[in-house]
């Protein structure tokens, strides 16, 4: 059974950082992209950040850019999202996802992903 469980969610104040972390069992996924979305309260699912198959190409949604950094481990069958300078706005559940087809770019479009974590909750406070 593949699962995607998502940890290091929590309560942070604004300027605050948290490392989201993403733990993949059941396949590996180290030929796939991966990426982290969120969704706020009263809000559709935006995407985040994505990175490649390889981790060479990363990209970011312009929210979040210069604050947030997405990397993978290979080894650890895994994804990280190292998120600085928080903010209220960020303040949502955040998913982790992989996406259906291998060696792919990390699209932002989240209908190209099959394997979607839980999620896990980030409340930024002012």
């Known amino acids: 059974q593949v699962q995607l469980v998502e940890s290091g969610g929590g309560l942070v104040q604004a300027g605050g950082s948290l490392r989201l972390s993403c733990a993949a069992s059941?396949?590996?996924?180290?030929?796939?992209?991966m990426a982290w979305f969120r969704q706020a309260p009263g809000k559709e699912r935006e995407f985040v950040a994505a990175i490649s198959w390889s981790g060479g190409v990363t990209n970011y949604v312009d929210s979040v850019k210069g604050r947030c950094t997405i990397s993978r481990d290979k080894a650890k069958n895994s994804v990280y999202l190292q998120m600085n300078s928080l903010k209220p706005d960020d303040t949502a559940v955040y998913y982790c996802a992989a996406e259906s087809k291998p060696y792919g770019w990390g699209s932002v479009n989240e209908d190209e992903y099959v394997y979607w974590g839980r999620g896990t909750q980030v409340t930024v406070s002012s």
């Open positions: 059941g396949r590996t996924f180290s030929s796939y992209a």
